[in-house]
């Protein structure tokens, strides 16, 4: 089963193709041809659900100078110069001088190679999408602006240009929601924690986005604005209820069935969490709140974590402990559909050669191998409160890591694995874990990602992609490592 989007994936993607203007008169129908390239790209992008605007053909400085406003305002998340045939770098520098978005060079060649014995000028300049890579890449590392990357292919039939394509699609969903999301922040820290410790500005600083204040008396209002009895609280009890099973208890004797006092509190909670993010118009959510013992207030914040499943499904990253910076990284994973769980390392399995990986809650409930599980859960281990918890494997396959740090001098940094999720078994706790294998032995793996520097929690997700996450962290400016 698998929980609907609460909104679609989006991106702006600017377009611009570059010539020479001389080649115009020279060679008549080359430039109606330099057209119908770029149509194809047009065509390619508009298949990875993005809005796309194109600014035509830019052959002289001067139509350089006078588009640059327009695309500018555009403010485009990814910006793709289409090299349809040998253009010079005036085409492209002032327009790069200005951009705070990744811009990648595409070299699309209809041709996999020239009729020599046939090939004329016109043929070759049809084809000369690399031509002026070089000077563009050059140019642009002497500007002090790097290109983002560069993708060399042929114009059609072309699979690994095409995937390059449809990352940098993904890639601009990342960023198109990150640089405006609105993260609630609400709490504090758990005591002594100090790698949660984020400062709101540096998160807009780095990404743009804005962490909101919470209070947690929003959620109470919203929580005790519904009676037990209410149709929504039944209709989410239906909801969890389908979605998930509810076995008998394991080994664990903190556990237990899951009781009808926690599914209707559950329920009741889920229901308030929806209608205080809907009218906060956030996009993440991460939290640490203990209230007073045996208090209303106590109940309902420590039984986030069911909605929490179900909304980190939908699109929506919430992240306990207080960590923004990992619900960050649940967003990044979120909006490049491969997941992205709230995740830490648990005990290693020195038999198998694997450690497990998980958490109490939030859990991306779209990477489950299976129908999730719920159990009652009598206390939570290290915080205060009880109820119901979330316990699965996510898929088995490849599978990839994000944890978000920061460096001595407060900037943020990727830390980025990938590794297998294995069949296995899990202990029945209440909480998701799956066996994780990495290269090159589990013992040496976590020696590397623990020297350097990780926050404790990270993101989890379905796939190999550290090449994205890595594009990702160069597109904000941060340093990045794949262990």
């Given at each position: 089963?698998?929980?609907?989007?609460?909104?679609?994936?989006?991106?702006?993607?600017?377009?611009?193709?570059?010539?020479?203007?001389?080649?115009?008169?020279?060679?008549?129908?080359?430039?109606?041809?330099?057209?119908?390239?770029?149509?194809?790209?047009?065509?390619?992008?508009?298949?990875?659900?993005?809005?796309?605007?194109?600014?035509?053909?830019?052959?002289?400085?001067?139509?350089?100078?006078?588009?640059l406003?327009?695309?500018?305002?555009?403010?485009?998340?990814?910006?793709?110069v289409?090299?349809?045939?040998?253009?010079?770098?005036?085409?492209?520098?002032?327009?790069?001088?200005?951009?705070?978005?990744?811009?990648?060079?595409?070299?699309?060649?209809?041709?996999?190679?020239?009729?020599?014995?046939?090939?004329?000028?016109?043929?070759?300049?049809?084809?000369?999408d690399?031509c002026?890579?070089?000077?563009f890449?050059?140019?642009?590392?002497?500007?002090?602006?790097?290109?983002?990357?560069?993708?060399i292919?042929?114009?059609?039939?072309?699979?690994?240009?095409?995937?390059?394509?449809?990352?940098?699609?993904?890639?601009?969903?990342?960023?198109?929601?990150?640089?405006r999301?609105?993260?609630?922040?609400?709490?504090?820290v758990?005591?002594?924690?100090?790698?949660?410790q984020?400062?709101?500005?540096?998160?807009?600083?780095?990404?743009?986005?804005?962490?909101?204040?919470?209070?947690?008396?929003?959620?109470?209002?919203?929580?005790?604005?519904?009676?037990?009895?209410?149709?929504?609280?039944?209709?989410?009890s239906?909801?969890i209820?389908?979605?998930?099973?509810?076995?008998?208890?394991?080994?664990d004797?903190?556990?237990?069935?899951?009781?009808?006092?926690?599914?209707?509190?559950?329920?009741?909670?889920?229901?308030?969490?929806?209608?205080?993010?809907?009218?906060k118009?956030?996009?993440?959510?991460?939290?640490?709140?203990?209230?007073?013992?045996?208090s209303?207030m106590?109940?309902?914040?420590?039984?986030?974590?069911?909605?929490n499943?179900?909304?980190?499904?939908?699109?929506?990253?919430?992240?306990?402990?207080?960590?923004?910076?990992?619900c960050?990284a649940?967003?990044?994973?979120?909006?490049?559909?491969?997941?992205?769980?709230?995740?830490?390392?648990?005990?290693?399995?020195?038999?198998?050669?694997?450690?497990?990986?998980?958490?109490?809650?939030?859990?991306?409930?779209?990477?489950?191998?299976?129908?999730?599980?719920?159990?009652?859960?009598?206390?939570?281990?290290?915080?205060?409160?009880?109820?119901?918890?979330?316990?699965?494997?996510?898929?088995?396959?490849?599978?990839?890591?994000?944890?978000?740090?920061?460096?001595?001098?407060?900037?943020?940094?990727?830390?980025?694995?990938?590794?297998?999720?294995?069949?296995?078994?899990?202990?029945?706790?209440?909480?998701?874990?799956?066996?994780?294998?990495?290269?090159?032995?589990?013992?040496?793996?976590?020696?590397?990602?623990?020297?350097?520097?990780?926050?404790?929690?990270?993101?989890?997700?379905?796939?190999?992609?550290?090449e994205?996450?890595?594009?990702?962290?160069?597109?904000?400016?941060?340093?990045?490592?794949?262990?």
């Amino acid at each position: 089963m698998i929980v609907p989007r609460r909104k679609p994936l989006t991106a702006e993607i600017a377009v611009f193709s570059v010539g020479l203007n001389t080649y115009w008169k020279q060679f008549p129908g080359l430039l109606d041809e330099m057209k119908r390239k770029t149509g194809v790209l047009l065509k390619k992008l508009e298949k990875n659900q993005v809005q796309v605007t194109d600014f035509g053909m830019i052959d002289n400085a001067v139509t350089a100078y006078e588009k640059l406003p327009s695309i500018k305002a555009a403010d485009p998340d990814v910006l793709l110069v289409d090299m349809v045939t040998y253009a010079t770098s005036v085409t492209f520098a002032p327009i790069l001088r200005e951009m705070n978005c990744p811009v990648v060079l595409v070299a699309l060649q209809p041709l996999s190679a020239m009729d020599y014995a046939n090939g004329t000028t016109y043929i070759q300049l049809c084809n000369d999408d690399l031509c002026s890579v070089p000077e563009f890449t050059g140019v642009a590392i002497r500007m002090g602006k790097p290109v983002a990357d560069v993708i060399i292919g042929m114009l059609e039939n072309d699979a690994e240009a095409d995937r390059r394509i449809a990352q940098w699609c993904r890639i601009a969903h990342v960023r198109h929601d990150l640089r405006r999301a609105r993260l609630g922040l609400m709490g504090h820290v758990l005591d002594t924690m100090l790698d949660m410790q984020t400062d709101p500005a540096a998160v807009t600083a780095a990404f743009g986005a804005h962490a909101v204040p919470c209070e947690a008396d929003e959620i109470m209002s919203e929580y005790q604005a519904l009676a037990d009895d209410d149709p929504e609280v039944g209709t989410m009890s239906g909801r969890i209820l389908e979605f998930f099973d509810t076995p008998d208890p394991g080994a664990d004797s903190i556990t237990e069935k899951l009781t009808a006092a926690d599914l209707l509190t559950t329920s009741r909670v889920g229901v308030a969490l929806e209608r205080f993010i809907a009218k906060k118009k956030l996009d993440g959510f991460a939290y640490y709140y203990e209230a007073q013992p045996e208090s209303e207030m106590r109940k309902l914040v420590t039984n986030f974590i069911v909605g929490n499943s179900l909304l980190t499904g939908a699109g929506f990253p919430m992240c306990g402990e207080f960590d923004i910076k990992t619900c960050i990284a649940m967003l990044i994973m979120d909006r490049l559909e491969i997941g992205g769980s709230f995740a830490e390392f648990h005990p290693i399995d020195f038999g198998r050669d694997t450690v497990l990986v998980g958490h109490d809650g939030p859990h991306h409930v779209n990477i489950a191998d299976r129908k999730p599980v719920l159990r009652s859960l009598k206390k939570y281990h290290g915080k205060p409160g009880s109820g119901a918890g979330v316990e699965f494997n996510i898929k088995t396959g490849p599978i990839t890591l994000l944890s978000i740090g920061v460096n001595a001098e407060g900037k943020f940094k990727f830390v980025i694995a990938e590794g297998e999720s294995l069949p296995g078994p899990i202990p029945p706790t209440g909480n998701t874990n799956t066996h994780g294998k990495f290269r090159p032995d589990v013992r040496t793996f976590l020696q590397k990602w623990c020297m350097a520097g990780p926050t404790h929690h990270f993101a989890l997700g379905v796939g190999h992609h550290a090449e994205e996450l890595k594009k990702i962290a160069d597109s904000f400016q941060l340093d990045s490592v794949i262990i």
